[in-house]
Structure formats: C-alpha cells, structure tokens
Nanobody, 127 residues
Framework: QVQLVESGGGLVQAGGSLRLSCTAS????????MGWFRQAPGKEREFVAA????????YYSDSVKGRFTISRDNAKNTVYLQMNSLKPEDTAVYYC?????WGIGATMSRGTAYDFWGQGTQVTVSS
C-alpha cells in the first residue's frame, strides 16, 4: 500500500531553519506531483508548497514564498521542504501529499487535488 512518511520536524527558534523530508513507498514516485500542507491547532489545513512530478514547476503560498523551498529527488522517492527564517506562526503539523495529476493555477493548493497523505510531523517555532 502507499505510504508517505514525513521526518525532520522539531523545535527551533525564530529565525532558524529546518528541512523536512517525505519518503514515499508503494507508488511510482516519479509520476506523482507532491505537496506540503500544514495545520496549526484550531486552524484549518493550509497549503504550503507543491512541486510537479518532473520538478519543472513549483508553487508556493504567499505566506512562505521566499523563505521555503520545495525540492525532490526521484531516485530516493523523497520530497523535501527547506524552511528558512522560521516564524512562530509557522508552528504546525506539516503533511506531505501525493497527486497523480498536476493542475493549473491554484489547483495544487487544494487538498482535493491529492490522492495520498502522510501522517505529519510537528514543527514548533519558539519566539
């Protein structure tokens, strides 16, 4: 069965950096576009970033643009989220997700675009 396993979360001070990883199994990773979402306590799930199956396109939310970078290594079945200049408001559980189709415009910011989800990893940014 398909599994997406996130890692790399933790506690970091504001202004610091973290790199999240998501390793996939049970699917042909190189044919899936990948996304990162996050959910803070008491808030709705929020789109963070997405990357097309061939790394030819990336898409970011305005709240992380310029601070976060999404990348992937298809040989390792892994997608990454490099998070720099972290802020307390970045505190959330971060989830990776896999989508068989890459949509145009804001499609990849919608959770419904994704077919599979990981269990999440906690990121806490202290002030």
């Amino acid at each position: 069965q398909v599994q997406l396993v996130e890692s790399g979360g933790g506690l970091v001070q504001a202004g610091g950096s973290l790199r999240l990883s998501c390793t996939a199994s049970g699917l042909t990773f190189g044919t899936y576009s990948m996304g990162w979402f996050r959910q803070a306590p008491g808030k709705e799930r929020e789109f963070v970033a997405a990357i097309r199956w061939d790394s030819g396109r990336t898409y970011y939310s305005d709240s992380v643009k310029g601070r976060f970078t999404i990348s992937r290594d298809n040989a390792k079945n892994t997608v990454y989220l490099q998070m720099n200049s972290l802020k307390p408001e970045d505190t959330a559980v971060y989830y990776c997700a896999a989508a068989l189709q890459w949509g145009i415009g804001a499609t990849m910011s919608r959770g419904t675009a994704y077919d599979f989800w990981g269990q999440g990893t906690q990121v806490t940014v202290s002030s």
